[in-house]
């Protein structure tokens, strides 16, 4: 009799109760992949693009550069900045750490390299600030090679070089790429003589420091070399293209030895990184998510989607206990 007397649901409860339903999945979708992310820090405060970024040897401090000309040092701990830095120009595409932590070393559009002192004061600090490199088209990227003293560039005219930061003088210029340079790497040993650098000609290139010249050519890309990665072991090296793919190299055979790629991954890789066992591969694509990749069975380990712009760059803390990217949509995440 009760079956008899119940009121049928009308269409609009029917749709009330899906669409409610529809938001309880989505709020439990977010969770899950806030869960994923496992987001431990992000660095607020920017006001444009990250296009940079590099870890400090002490682990807790982060130097950044954007597109609004800024120079930032952060302590990733607390989350808070340091200190801030004007360039001449907007764009500042490249920004590394002195392996000593003393000194910040920036440039971009501006075709050079200014190398800032740490910690000081502001009269101490524009006294200790010096122009270290001049390149005739923009500087791409910079490190030290593994002491303060010198400094090796990459820039759109092709070619990279190495500096004395003391005197600003040219030590050596190593030129074979045919178009512009846009990532070096340092290769992981103690003597710091073997660098790689990728270009727009689609290869990425092994260099002899002391002699100048390239003693290893890769060209497998299809089209510019984003990002170069030396593996930790130092017998290869991984590198991220435009063509949405990444790729292994072994130098001992001098070829390519493994793909990281999907025919759903549409979108360039711009920034590659290894774990310290270098059993995981970390990249930044352009549509805003950063991949893990297992080299040895080269399939997608994991997928992080937190930014909402394009990843600028990837990379993990010296320790290995954090990976930390930076994107266009002005902010720097930490993930642990």
């Known amino acids: 009799m009760a079956a008899d007397t119940a009121v049928a649901a009308t269409p609009e409860d029917t749709l009330e109760s899906l669409q409610r339903e529809v938001e309880a999945l ?11 992310n496992d987001v431990r820090k992000i660095l607020k405060g920017h006001t444009a693009k990250v296009l940079c970024f590099d870890w400090s040897s002490d682990k807790r401090h982060i130097v950044t550069s954007t597109q609004d000309g800024k120079v930032t040092v952060w302590d990733a701990y607390a989350g808070t900045k340091e200190s801030t830095f004007s360039m001449p120009s907007t764009w500042v595409m490249a920004c590394a750490y002195a392996p000593s932590g003393g000194m910040v070393a920036a440039g971009g559009l501006d075709n050079k390299v200014t190398v800032f ?13 010096r122009t270290v490199a001049t390149h005739t088209s923009y500087m791409s990227s910079c490190l030290f090679p593994n002491t303060d003293r010198q400094l090796l560039t990459g820039s759109g005219d092709g070619t990279c070089a190495l500096w004395d930061v003391e005197s600003g003088q040219l030590l ?16 992981p040993s103690d003597t710091g003589d073997t660098f790689v650098s990728g270009a727009c000609d689609r290869a990425a290139l092994v260099w002899d420091m002391r002699t100048g010249r390239a003693v290893q050519a890769f060209d497998a890309h299809d089209s510019d070399v984003n990002s170069v990665k030396f593996h930790p072991s130092g017998d290869s090296l991984a590198t991220g293209s435009d063509d949405s793919a990444c790729r292994l190299f072994d130098l001992r055979a001098d070829r390519e030895v493994a793909r990281y790629a999907k025919e759903s991954v549409l979108f360039a890789v711009t920034s590659v990184d290894w774990s310290v066992s270098g059993r995981l591969l970390f990249a930044g694509y352009g549509d805003y998510t950063l991949c893990g990749w297992d080299a040895l069975r080269g399939q997608r380990a994991f997928v992080l989607c937190g930014a909402e712009h394009r990843v600028s760059r990837v990379q993990r803390s010296p320790d290995g206990t954090a990976l930390a990217a930076s994107s266009w949509d002005t902010l720097v995440r930490i993930y642990a």
């Open 26 to 36: 989505k709020q439990k979708l977010d969770e899950e992949r806030q869960k994923l």
């Open 172 to 187: 050596q210029s190593f030129q074979a790429h045919a178009a512009d340079v846009l990532a070096l790497d340092l290769a």
């Open 117 to 129: 002192a740490l910690p000081a004061g502001e009269e101490e600090r524009a006294a200790r600030k």
